[in-house]
């Protein structure tokens, strides 16, 4: 038997869905300092560091806190990356990431982002720094970077969407440099 909901319901259940996910911001943000908190540890003694952000996300959080803090980082996502509202930014979302995409994105934002972004900012002890922030549309399996690029690799909850994750692995041996550190985080 096929159940459906009331309007009532529906309205109850979407209401709760952006109540619950509200008060994540403060959590999220957190999350996000103590990964940045631990890349900048293990980047400290390098010569140089430049670090990059294997599936940063539509948030790109990680990059954006630690570009704030001075870090050259590149974060590069399979999808269009805009953390900023913008009619042009939605227009660049939906013509590469189609239609679906783009609209949970724009919803996050609207519903969600400013709260996270605040968050963000007050657990940094810094104003964000968005001009020049460097994400790249880009496959993992074929990343356009030259050799010894980078010396620091961070990568949570990618690994397990990517089809051929050993030319991944290649591709990141490939624009590490020698020495380099990998944190490589999946889920489940």
């Known amino acids: 038997e096929l159940y459906t909901l009331s309007l009532h319901d529906a309205l109850s259940i979407y209401i709760s869905i952006i109540r619950f996910n ?23 003694s390098q010569h140089n560091p430049r670090v990059l952000d294997l599936g940063c996300g539509s948030r790109a959080g990680i990059v954006l806190a630690l570009h704030t803090l001075g870090v050259d980082v590149t974060g590069v996502d399979y999808d269009f990356v805009a953390p900023r509202r913008s009619l042009s930014n939605w227009r660049a979302i939906a013509g590469h990431n ?48 030259e050799q010894e690029s980078f010396s620091f690799v961070f990568s949570a909850w990618v ?10 692995v290649r591709e990141l041996h490939r624009v590490m440099r020698p020495g380099a550190k990998a944190c490589i985080m999946t889920h489940l």
């Not at 509200?22 to 400290?44: L, W």
């Not at 549309?137 to 074929?142: E, F, K, P, S, Y």
């Not at 690994?159 to 991944?168: G, P, Q, R």
């Open 159 to 168: 690994f397990e969407h990517i089809s051929d994750v050993d030319a991944a």
């Open 98 to 145: 189609g239609f679906e995409r783009a609209a949970k994105t724009i919803g996050r934002q609207l519903l969600f982002d400013r709260s996270f972004f605040k968050c963000l900012e007050e657990e940094l002890g810094h104003p964000l720094l968005w001009d020049q922030l460097d994400t790249r549309t880009m496959d993992a399996r074929n990343l356009d970077f």
């Open 22 to 44: 509200r008060g994540q911001s403060r959590h999220m943000a957190q999350s996000t300092v103590n990964k940045v908190d631990s890349i900048m540890e293990e980047t400290a």
